[in-house]
């Protein structure tokens, strides 16, 4: 059976992962969390609410999937939690993890918090613009970065200047993207000097995911 043929639920999940039974638990909290909450506001788009563990869930896990060895990361403009706090989840029994939400909405942040504090996860909430975290991020104090991720937030070319400071110390930069990536990626072109990858969407294929090493801007 194809997944997109399945009844919406966390078995969706072993089509494509194996994951432990806690990883499990607390992925069946946080979507319980999502559906409540999205009753009061609008956390993703309804027509994607009835597939919101392949759209969503399967979607954001590819993240981890792509870079098990990063256990340090930004997510920009986190909103309902897709990618950071599935990335969050899936590193919960990684000692020393942990995964910074940045999301300038006051009332996404609390989502964020809730689900944070119901799941027991590895992860933080800034509730700034991105702009701000990127100009006052402090190493020493906040902690190095292995790992910027971003979905459905901005044109690449933003998105990269954005993580720029990050991966100009190290990181690696994931960007979502769709049938569009192309041409985000020739217009980035004309700002930025980029080396990346392109990861084809396990659920989508007309969907990426960018991995990004380098970006330098251009002179």
């Not at 986190?78 to 899936?90: K, R």
């Not at 939400?101 to 509730?127: C, D, M, W, Y």
């Not at 569009?180 to 000097?193: F, R």
Request: glycine share 6%; net charge negative.
């Amino acid at each position: 059976m194809q997944p997109e043929a399945m009844n919406d639920g966390p078995e969706v999940l072993d089509h494509y992962f194996s994951v432990s039974r806690e990883t499990r638990e607390r992925l069946i909290a946080y979507v319980g969390l999502l559906r409540r909450w999205q009753k009061a506001q609008n956390l993703v788009a309804p027509s994607t609410l009835s597939q919101v563990w392949l759209r969503h869930v399967v979607d954001s896990a590819q993240i981890h999937s792509l870079s098990p060895d990063i256990h340090h990361w930004i997510d920009f403009g986190s909103g309902a939690g897709f990618p950071g706090l599935v990335t969050a989840i899936l590193l919960a029994e990684t000692p020393g993890a942990m995964v910074h939400l940045v999301e300038s909405n006051q009332r996404k942040g609390a989502f964020l918090r809730t689900v944070i504090r119901e799941t027991a996860i590895p992860a933080k909430v800034h509730a700034v613009r991105i702009e701000a975290v990127t100009e006052q991020w402090d190493e020493e104090t906040d902690g190095h970065i292995e790992g910027v991720s971003a979905r459905a937030l901005a044109s690449l070319d933003l998105l990269c200047g954005y993580a720029q400071p990050f991966v100009a110390k190290g990181a690696r930069a994931f960007f979502h993207k769709g049938r569009e990536s192309a041409s985000e990626i020739a217009k980035a072109s004309h700002t930025w000097d980029l080396d990346l990858v392109e990861h084809k969407s396990l659920i989508d294929p007309q969907s990426v995911v960018l991995e990004v090493g380098r970006i330098d801007p251009l002179t």
